[in-house]
């Protein structure tokens, strides 16, 4: 399949008469947060055969981050004389002692950037100040943050550092598999593989004989993948499959991969309802560990137990879904959110609140072709 516009209603066909052979339910789990809410925009869910589930899993960046890592940024940004910079999802994530955002108001300097190299500018603009950048995400963002730190070495720069808190995709689809949630196969992201390419995700399908189909974001080239995995579960298959040539080759981006490996080494980091995984994070190397903040601020191990009955944890990793969450759309809506799944934009409770139906009849909303 190359770039050519996908006919979902082909691909509909496709998944629902595969469906009906297979007589039996079957789970896939998506792991890119913008599969989910683009999946639960689109109608996709209430387009599926009931025998097919599609489950949200640990691909939203906001969302897997530890409630540790929540914790020690809050309390970075409101010592003195630091200006906290984030991506914007971020800032209203809450902590035991509130959320960035909260901080803001009580006197922090927490301001929002497009880039890693914004917080690099804003050191340079301000020596006087502290300016720590929440390094944040997959194999998507890393890249970026390294540029930030090779830039931040060029111009000497003192008053610059790096939370860092990227993870890695592979370790943590490799954890699921190894736990009791029951997956059929998986729809991989995109956005990381453009990056890490398609040939990272063959252990997947050798090791545990699960099929790995990689596709974009709209809700045609989900649907596609979706007939894809369960023509492949029929046939007792187990494949590695690329629906999005355009953009992701076998060997990813090996110029963001170099970045990756001169800036950082692997860690053991903590993700939120996964617990703490062998190599899977990323930690400043020492050569440039003056831009750690973890080692400047010389910061404790922290506490990650959720919020009080949330179950975010539970939700990214198929254990439950928002709906089993007693404070899912009472206590906790987009305005107040208690967990980051309801903070962030492509977290999987904010998307059911947003487009799954509740206590009424709702018309889903039609599946367009994409390119």
Not at 21 to 47: D, I, K, P, W
Not at 93 to 119: C, F, K, N, P
Request: proline letters at 6%.
């Amino acid at each position: 399949m190359t770039g050519q516009a996908i006919d979902s209603r082909e691909s509909l066909s496709r998944l629902n008469d595969a469906a009906r052979r297979l007589q039996r339910e079957v789970r896939y789990m998506e792991v890119c947060g913008t599969h989910t809410v683009n999946a639960f925009r689109s109608g996709l869910h209430s387009l599926m055969p009931p025998n097919v589930t599609l489950l949200s899993g640990p691909g939203c960046p906001v969302c897997v981050t530890s409630q540790g890592d929540i914790d020690q940024l809050i309390e970075l940004s409101l010592q003195s004389g630091v200006i906290m910079c984030t991506y914007g999802d971020m800032i209203r994530v809450t902590g035991q002692r509130g959320s960035l955002e909260e901080a803001r108001a009580l006197g922090a300097d927490v301001r929002i950037v497009y880039s890693a190299l914004d917080a690099v500018r804003l050191a340079a603009a301000e020596p006087r100040r502290q300016v720590i950048f929440a390094g944040v995400g997959f194999e998507t963002t890393a890249p970026a943050t390294a540029v930030a730190i090779l830039e931040a070495d060029r111009l000497a720069l003192m008053n610059f550092t790096v939370f860092v808190s990227h993870k890695l995709i592979i370790p943590a689809m490799q954890a699921l598999l190894k736990s009791e949630v029951n997956i059929d196969g998986f729809v991989c992201p995109g956005h990381v593989s453009v990056v890490i390419g398609s040939d990272a995700f063959r252990p997947i399908v050798e090791q545990y004989w699960l099929s790995c189909v990689i596709t974009g974001f709209e809700g045609p080239q989900i649907a596609a993948a979706l007939a894809r995995l369960c023509e492949l579960t029929l046939s007792g298959q187990a494949a590695l499959e690329n629906l999005y040539p355009q953009a992701v080759t076998s060997t990813g981006n090996q110029h963001a991969w170099k970045l990756i490996e001169q800036v950082f080494t692997p860690a053991n980091v903590h993700w939120r309802g996964l617990s703490e995984l062998p190599g899977s994070g990323l930690e400043i190397r020492g050569r440039y560990a003056r831009f750690n903040a973890r080692v400047r601020y010389e910061l404790a191990a922290a506490d990650n137990r959720e919020p009080p009955g949330c179950r975010c944890g539970e939700v990214i990793t198929g254990r439950c879904t928002p709906a089993d969450c007693k404070l899912f759309g009472t206590v906790c809506t987009p305005i107040q959110p208690i967990g980051p799944c309801m903070v962030s934009s492509e977290g999987t409770c904010q998307a059911w609140f947003k487009y799954r139906p509740r206590n009424r009849a709702q018309s889903p909303t039609p599946i367009r072709s994409a390119v």
